[in-house]
C-alpha cells in the first residue's frame, strides 16, 4: 500500500514537473509575441516581425512538448488517483473541462492560423490570431489555478453522506479568496521565465557578436519585461500568496518557514539553514530577528505560530522538502530583482550591450527561473501534504484502489525513458533553432 | 440532465473519432503506401495544421467525462490502466514523429520519425477499435473471484490479456479475439478515412492509387462487419433489445450502412469530399450504434454479483450538471466558430500549406 502510495505520487509529480517546463515558457513568450507582431504594426520594423516570427518557432516547438505531456496530466486523475477523482470529480471536473473546451481550442485552433496562416491573412489578421493564442494560454493557466487552489482551499460544496464532495455554489470556485494571487503569481512568474530566456539568448548573440540587432532587442526588451515582472511575482502576488498560507495552512507556514518553535516577541526570518527533524531544530541557521513577524503581520512582535503548536499528524509530510523548495524560490527571486535592475540601469546609462559581464550573468540565468517556477510549485503542493483536498481528503485516500505498485512502476519507468527522449530531442531542436536565429527576409 | 451529458458525451467522442480518426488513418496510408517524399509531403499538409486541434476532442471528451459522470471516469481509466498510459506513450510518439520530421534534413533522421508516426497511428486506430470492443464486451466490475468481490463493487482491473484469450473467460484481459476483431476493424475503416481525407485535401499523385485502395479495403471492411455481428452474440445475447425496443434507432444502423456502401462508388466520385462523407458517416453510425445497443449501460458487468455501470449510476450531482449547462453551451458555440475559421481559412487543396518546413 505505502508503496504503490509512494509510486503513484511519484509519477504524478514526475509527469507534471516535466510538464510544466514548457507551459510556464509558453505562457509567458505568448505575451512577448504579442508585444513583438503589435510592435511591428505601429513602427513597421521588419526586426519586430521578425522577432515575433522566431519566437514563434521556440513557441510552436514547447508548445507541442506541452500538449504532448499535458493529456497524460489529465488521464492521471483517473488512471492514479481514481478515488479522489470519484469523490471530487463533480467539482474539480467542472474547471478541468472548462479548460479543454474553453482554452484548448482556442489555443490550438489559432496556433494553427498563426504559424501557417500568415500569407493567407495579413499582417492585422495574424496579430489578431497570436493575441487568441496568448489569450487561450492564460485561460488554461486560470482554470488550472482555479482547480488548485480549490484542493487548497476548498469553497462551494458540500459532502454527501457517501463521502462525495459535490458543487453547491459555481461562482465561489472563482471568487475563492486563493485563486487570484496565486493565478497572478504564476502568471508573473510565467513572464519571468519567458523574459529571461529571451534576454539570454539576445546575451549568447551579443557575445558570440552574430545577429547583433536582435541580440540587443532581445536583451532590452528581455531585460525590461524581466525587472516588471520579478519585482511584481515578490510584491503583491508573492505577498499575497504566503499570506493567504499565514491565515488557511499555518502548519505549512511555519514548516517552509523554518520555524519549529514560536518565539516570544516575534519571529525571525531564516535566511539559510538545514532542518534537522530529528531534534525539530534548524542547522547553520542564519536569520534576521523579527522580520517574519513583520512582513507577515506587518508589526514587529507578532506571535507567528511554529511547528510545536499543531499535531504532528497533520505536519506536511516532507518538511526539509518544503523547506528547501521555498527557500530556493524566494533566494532565487531575490537574485532575479537584483540581476534585472542592474541590467535596467545599464540600459538606461545606454551602457547595457558593452558590459560584457552583466550578459554573461544574463545569458547563465536561463535555467534559474525554470528552477524557481518548479520549486514555487513544489512549495504549494509538499505544503498541501498530507492532504488532497486541504483538511478534508488525505493523500492516501485518493489513489486508485485497483492499480497495484508494480504496475505503477512499470508506467513510471516509461515516462522517465521517454521523457528523457523528448527532453534530449527538444534540446537539440531548440538549440538548431537558437543557432540558426532569426532572419530578414530576402528582398 | 444524466441524459443530457450523455448525449453531449457521446457527440464530442463522435466527433474525436471522425477528426483524429483521419489523422490515424493518414498516418497508416503514409506508413503503407506513401512512397515517394512527394506523397509523405502530401499527407503531413493535409493533416498539419489540423491535428493538434483534433485531439484536443480528446482532451475536453476526457474533461466532460470527469466532470459529468466521475464515478466513470474513476472506475474505466484506473481499470484500463495499462492500455491507456500505452495510448499516451503512442498519441506522444505520433506527434513527435510529425512534428520533428522536417526539423532536420537526413534521411535516417527522416526514415525514423516516418515509422514512428505510421507506426503509432497503426497502433492507435488498434487500440481504439480493442477499447470499444472492452466497453461492449463489459469488464469483471468488483473484481469477482468465485462469486466474492474484491474490489468495490464499480472498480475493476484489466491485464492486458489472458492466457485464453477469450471474452467469456471469468477473469478477462483487454486483448481477446473479439476486442483484437472489433481493433481490425478500426484499422480497416480508419485507413479508409484516412484515405479518403487525403484524397479530399490533396491534388497529390497518390490519390489515383488511393481510391483504389479504399474500394478494396471497403470489401474487407464489409467483411469484418458482417462477422462481427455473427459472433456478437458471444458477448451479448440479445443485441437487438434496444432496437426493437424504440425503432427510432435505427436511424444509426441504417447510417453506417449508407456510408459503407457509399464508400464502394469511390472511384466514381466528381467531388473529392464525397468519399470523406461518406466514411464519416460510417464511423459515426458505427459508433453510436455500438452504444445505442448497450444503452442505458456505459460498462456492463460481466459477473452477476455486481450491477451494471449505467449513464445514471455514474453521473455527478445535479447542481452540478445544471450549472454546466450554461458555460458548456457558450463554449460550445465558441468552438463552432473556431472551427469554421479554421477550415474557411484552410479550406481547399493544402499541398502548398509546407507544414513541418523550418
Same mark, same amino acid.
Given at each position: 500500500?505505502?508503496?504503490?502510495?509512494?509510486?503513484?505520487?511519484?509519477?504524478?509529480?514526475?509527469?507534471?514537473?516535466?510538464?510544466?517546463?514548457?507551459?510556464?515558457?509558453?505562457?509567458?513568450?505568448?505575451?512577448?509575441?504579442?508585444?513583438?507582431k503589435?510592435?511591428?504594426?505601429? #513602427?513597421?520594423?521588419v526586426?519586430?516581425?521578425?522577432?515575433?516570427?522566431?519566437w514563434m518557432?521556440?513557441?510552436?516547438?514547447?508548445?507541442?512538448?506541452?500538449?504532448?505531456?499535458?493529456?497524460?496530466?489529465?488521464?492521471?486523475?483517473?488512471?492514479?488517483?481514481?478515488?479522489?477523482?470519484?469523490?471530487?470529480?463533480?467539482i474539480?471536473?467542472?474547471?478541468?473541462?472548462?479548460? +479543454?473546451?474553453?482554452?484548448?481550442?482556442?489555443?490550438?485552433?489559432?496556433?494553427?492560423?498563426?504559424?501557417?496562416?500568415?500569407?493567407?491573412?495579413?499582417?492585422?489578421?495574424?496579430?489578431l490570431?497570436?493575441?487568441?493564442?496568448?489569450?487561450?494560454?492564460?485561460?488554461?493557466g486560470?482554470?488550472?489555478?482555479?482547480?488548485?487552489?480549490?484542493?487548497?482551499?476548498?469553497?462551494? &460544496?458540500?459532502?454527501?453522506?457517501?463521502?462525495?464532495?459535490?458543487?453547491?455554489?459555481?461562482s465561489?470556485?472563482?471568487?475563492?479568496?486563493?485563486?487570484?494571487?496565486?493565478?497572478?503569481?504564476?502568471?508573473?512568474?510565467?513572464?519571468?521565465?519567458?523574459s529571461?530566456v529571451v534576454?539570454s539568448?539576445?546575451?549568447f548573440?551579443?557575445?558570440?557578436?552574430?545577429?547583433?540587432a &536582435?541580440?540587443?532587442?532581445?536583451?532590452?526588451?528581455?531585460?525590461?519585461?524581466?525587472?516588471?515582472?520579478?519585482?511584481?511575482?515578490?510584491?503583491?502576488?508573492?505577498?499575497?500568496?504566503?499570506?493567504?498560507?499565514?491565515?488557511?495552512?499555518?502548519?505549512?507556514?511555519?514548516?517552509?518557514?523554518?520555524?519549529?518553535?514560536?518565539?516570544?516577541?516575534?519571529?525571525?526570518?531564516?535566511?539559510?539553514?538545514?532542518?534537522?527533524?530529528?531534534?525539530?531544530?534548524l542547522?547553520?541557521?542564519?536569520?534576521?530577528?523579527?522580520?517574519?513577524?513583520?512582513?507577515?503581520?506587518?508589526?514587529?512582535?507578532?506571535?507567528?505560530?511554529?511547528?510545536?503548536?499543531?499535531?504532528?499528524?497533520?505536519?506536511? #509530510?516532507?518538511?526539509?522538502?518544503?523547506?528547501?523548495?521555498?527557500?530556493?524560490m524566494?533566494?532565487?527571486?531575490?537574485?532575479?530583482?537584483?540581476?534585472?535592475?542592474?541590467?535596467?540601469?545599464?540600459?538606461?546609462?545606454?551602457?547595457?550591450?558593452?558590459?560584457?559581464?552583466?550578459?554573461?550573468?544574463?545569458?547563465f540565468?536561463?535555467?534559474?527561473?525554470?528552477?524557481?517556477n518548479?520549486?514555487?510549485?513544489?512549495?504549494?503542493?509538499?505544503?498541501?501534504?498530507?492532504?488532497?483536498?486541504?483538511?478534508?481528503?488525505?493523500?492516501?485516500?485518493?489513489?486508485?484502489?485497483t492499480?497495484?505498485?508494480?504496475?505503477?512502476?512499470?508506467t513510471?519507468?516509461?515516462?522517465? +525513458?521517454l521523457?528523457?527522449?523528448?527532453?534530449?530531442?527538444?534540446?537539440?531542436?531548440? +538549440?538548431?533553432?537558437?543557432?540558426?536565429?532569426?532572419?530578414?527576409?530576402?528582398? | 440532465?444524466?441524459?443530457?451529458?450523455?448525449?453531449?458525451?457521446?457527440?464530442? @467522442?463522435?466527433?474525436?473519432?471522425? @477528426?483524429?480518426?483521419?489523422?490515424?488513418?493518414?498516418?497508416?496510408?503514409?506508413?503503407?503506401?506513401?512512397?515517394? %517524399?512527394?506523397?509523405?509531403?502530401?499527407?503531413? =499538409?493535409a493533416?498539419?495544421?489540423?491535428?493538434?486541434?483534433? %485531439?484536443?476532442?480528446?482532451?475536453?471528451s476526457?474533461?466532460?467525462?470527469?466532470?459529468?459522470?466521475?464515478?466513470?471516469?474513476?472506475?474505466?481509466?484506473?481499470g484500463?490502466?495499462?492500455?491507456?498510459?500505452?495510448?499516451?506513450?503512442?498519441?506522444?510518439f505520433?506527434?513527435?514523429?510529425?512534428?520533428?520530421?522536417?526539423?532536420?534534413h537526413?534521411?535516417?533522421?527522416e526514415?525514423?520519425?516516418?515509422?514512428?508516426?505510421?507506426?503509432?497511428?497503426?497502433?492507435?486506430?488498434?487500440?481504439?477499435?480493442?477499447?470499444l470492443?472492452?466497453?461492449?464486451?463489459?469488464? =469483471?466490475?468488483?473484481?469477482?473471484?468465485?462469486?466474492?468481490?474484491?474490489?468495490?463493487?464499480?472498480y475493476?482491473?484489466?491485464?492486458?490479456?489472458?492466457?485464453?484469450?477469450?471474452?467469456?473467460?471469468?477473469?478477462?484481459?483487454?486483448?481477446?479475439?473479439?476486442?483484437?476483431?472489433?481493433?481490425?476493424?478500426?484499422?480497416?475503416?480508419?485507413?479508409?478515412?484516412?484515405?479518403?481525407?487525403?484524397?479530399?485535401?490533396?491534388?497529390?499523385?497518390?490519390?489515383?492509387?488511393?481510391?483504389?485502395?479504399?474500394?478494396?479495403?471497403?470489401?474487407?471492411l464489409?467483411?469484418?462487419?458482417?462477422?462481427?455481428?455473427?459472433?456478437?452474440?458471444?458477448?451479448?445475447?440479445k443485441?437487438?433489445?434496444?432496437?426493437?425496443d424504440?425503432?427510432w434507432?435505427?436511424?444509426?444502423?441504417?447510417?453506417?450502412?449508407?456510408?459503407?456502401?457509399?464508400?464502394?462508388?469511390?472511384?466514381?466520385?466528381?467531388?473529392?469530399?464525397?468519399g470523406? @462523407?461518406?466514411?464519416?458517416?460510417?464511423?459515426?453510425?458505427?459508433?453510436?450504434?455500438?452504444?445505442?445497443?448497450?444503452?442505458?449501460?456505459v460498462?456492463?458487468?460481466? =459477473? =452477476?454479483?455486481?450491477?451494471?455501470l449505467?449513464l445514471?449510476?455514474?453521473?455527478?450531482?445535479?447542481?452540478?450538471?445544471?450549472?454546466?449547462v450554461?458555460?458548456?453551451?457558450?463554449?460550445?458555440?465558441?468552438?463552432?466558430?473556431?472551427?469554421?475559421?479554421?477550415?474557411?481559412?484552410?479550406?481547399?487543396?493544402?499541398?502548398?500549406?509546407g507544414?513541418?518546413e523550418?
Amino acid at each position: 500500500m505505502e508503496d504503490m502510495l509512494f509510486y503513484d505520487r511519484m509519477q504524478f509529480a514526475f509527469t507534471i514537473t516535466f510538464h510544466y517546463l514548457f507551459p510556464q515558457l509558453t505562457m509567458g513568450l505568448s505575451l512577448m509575441i504579442v508585444y513583438f507582431k503589435w510592435k511591428f504594426l505601429r #513602427t513597421q520594423e521588419v526586426n519586430y516581425n521578425e522577432a515575433a516570427k522566431f519566437w514563434m518557432k521556440i513557441f510552436a516547438l514547447n508548445f507541442a512538448m506541452g500538449v504532448v505531456t499535458g493529456i497524460p496530466m489529465e488521464f492521471q486523475f483517473g488512471t492514479n488517483w481514481a478515488k479522489f477523482s470519484e469523490l471530487t470529480g463533480g467539482i474539480i471536473g467542472q474547471t478541468l473541462a472548462m479548460e +479543454g473546451m474553453f482554452s484548448f481550442f482556442l489555443e490550438s485552433s489559432f496556433l494553427g492560423l498563426f504559424l501557417f496562416g500568415e500569407k493567407l491573412m495579413g499582417q492585422k489578421l495574424h496579430f489578431l490570431t497570436g493575441f487568441f493564442v496568448f489569450l487561450g494560454s492564460w485561460a488554461s493557466g486560470y482554470l488550472i489555478i482555479a482547480t488548485h487552489s480549490w484542493m487548497q482551499h476548498p469553497v462551494g &460544496f458540500e459532502i454527501l453522506e457517501n463521502g462525495k464532495f459535490v458543487l453547491n455554489n459555481f461562482s465561489a470556485l472563482f471568487s475563492n479568496p486563493w485563486l487570484l494571487p496565486s493565478y497572478l503569481h504564476n502568471q508573473l512568474a510565467s513572464v519571468i521565465t519567458a523574459s529571461f530566456v529571451v534576454s539570454s539568448i539576445g546575451a549568447f548573440y551579443l557575445l558570440n557578436n552574430k545577429h547583433n540587432a &536582435f541580440g540587443k532587442l532581445f536583451v532590452k526588451t528581455g531585460v525590461i519585461f524581466g525587472l516588471i515582472s520579478s519585482v511584481l511575482v515578490a510584491f503583491p502576488t508573492g505577498d499575497l500568496v504566503a499570506k493567504n498560507v499565514v491565515k488557511h495552512q499555518p502548519v505549512t507556514f511555519a514548516a517552509m518557514e523554518g520555524i519549529f518553535e514560536t518565539e516570544e516577541g516575534g519571529s525571525e526570518i531564516v535566511l539559510i539553514g538545514q532542518p534537522d527533524m530529528e531534534n525539530k531544530k534548524l542547522d547553520n541557521k542564519i536569520a534576521v530577528p523579527n522580520i517574519l513577524s513583520f512582513l507577515t503581520y506587518q508589526s514587529w512582535d507578532a506571535e507567528i505560530k511554529g511547528l510545536n503548536e499543531f499535531d504532528e499528524k497533520n505536519y506536511p #509530510t516532507n518538511i526539509p522538502g518544503l523547506y528547501y523548495a521555498y527557500h530556493i524560490m524566494v533566494g532565487l527571486g531575490t537574485i532575479f530583482i537584483a540581476l534585472m535592475a542592474l541590467a535596467v540601469f545599464q540600459l538606461w546609462r545606454k551602457k547595457l550591450y558593452e558590459s560584457k559581464w552583466v550578459l554573461w550573468c544574463i545569458m547563465f540565468m536561463l535555467p534559474f527561473p525554470y528552477i524557481a517556477n518548479t520549486t514555487g510549485w513544489y512549495t504549494a503542493e509538499l505544503g498541501r501534504q498530507p492532504w488532497l483536498v486541504y483538511n478534508l481528503l488525505r493523500t492516501s485516500e485518493g489513489a486508485s484502489p485497483t492499480v497495484s505498485a508494480g504496475n505503477t512502476l512499470f508506467t513510471l519507468l516509461g515516462f522517465i +525513458g521517454l521523457y528523457l527522449l523528448l527532453g534530449m530531442l527538444f534540446l537539440m531542436l531548440a +538549440g538548431k533553432i537558437i543557432n540558426k536565429g532569426p532572419l530578414l527576409e530576402k528582398h | 440532465m444524466e441524459l443530457f451529458w450523455y448525449i453531449v458525451l457521446m457527440t464530442m @467522442l463522435a466527433i474525436y473519432v471522425i @477528426l483524429d480518426g483521419y489523422d490515424f488513418g493518414a498516418g497508416i496510408v503514409h506508413l503503407f503506401f506513401a512512397k515517394t %517524399e512527394k506523397d509523405k509531403k502530401a499527407i503531413t =499538409n493535409a493533416i498539419g495544421p489540423f491535428w493538434d486541434a483534433n %485531439e484536443v476532442w480528446l482532451i475536453a471528451s476526457g474533461g466532460v467525462l470527469f466532470f459529468a459522470f466521475p464515478t466513470l471516469y474513476a472506475s474505466s481509466f484506473s481499470g484500463f490502466y495499462l492500455p491507456l498510459i500505452m495510448i499516451l506513450w503512442l498519441l506522444i510518439f505520433r506527434a513527435i514523429g510529425l512534428e520533428l520530421r522536417g526539423q532536420v534534413h537526413n534521411k535516417m533522421w527522416e526514415l525514423i520519425w516516418d515509422k514512428a508516426f505510421g507506426i503509432s497511428s497503426l497502433l492507435l486506430a488498434l487500440f481504439f477499435g480493442v477499447a470499444l470492443g472492452n466497453v461492449v464486451r463489459g469488464v =469483471n466490475l468488483g473484481g469477482v473471484i468465485d462469486g466474492v468481490s474484491t474490489h468495490e463493487a464499480h472498480y475493476f482491473f484489466l491485464p492486458l490479456w489472458n492466457p485464453t484469450f477469450s471474452p467469456q473467460a471469468e477473469q478477462l484481459g483487454i486483448l481477446d479475439w473479439f476486442t483484437v476483431l472489433l481493433g481490425v476493424v478500426g484499422v480497416v475503416a480508419l485507413t479508409i478515412h484516412g484515405a479518403n481525407w487525403i484524397i479530399f485535401k490533396t491534388n497529390s499523385d497518390l490519390n489515383e492509387k488511393l481510391k483504389k485502395v479504399v474500394f478494396n479495403l471497403s470489401i474487407i471492411l464489409l467483411a469484418l462487419v458482417v462477422i462481427s455481428l455473427l459472433v456478437w452474440h458471444v458477448i451479448e445475447p440479445k443485441p437487438f433489445h434496444n432496437f426493437l425496443d424504440k425503432p427510432w434507432l435505427w436511424i444509426f444502423p441504417v447510417t453506417t450502412i449508407t456510408g459503407l456502401f457509399g464508400l464502394f462508388k469511390v472511384k466514381t466520385f466528381r467531388k473529392h469530399g464525397m468519399g470523406f @462523407l461518406f466514411s464519416t458517416l460510417f464511423l459515426f453510425g458505427g459508433l453510436t450504434t455500438t452504444v445505442a445497443s448497450i444503452f442505458p449501460k456505459v460498462l456492463p458487468s460481466t =459477473n =452477476n454479483v455486481n450491477p451494471d455501470l449505467t449513464l445514471y449510476n455514474v453521473a455527478a450531482h445535479e447542481y452540478g450538471l445544471s450549472v454546466g449547462v450554461y458555460w458548456f453551451a457558450i463554449a460550445a458555440v465558441l468552438v463552432a466558430v473556431y472551427m469554421v475559421i479554421q477550415y474557411t481559412i484552410f479550406k481547399g487543396k493544402m499541398d502548398d500549406v509546407g507544414y513541418g518546413e523550418h
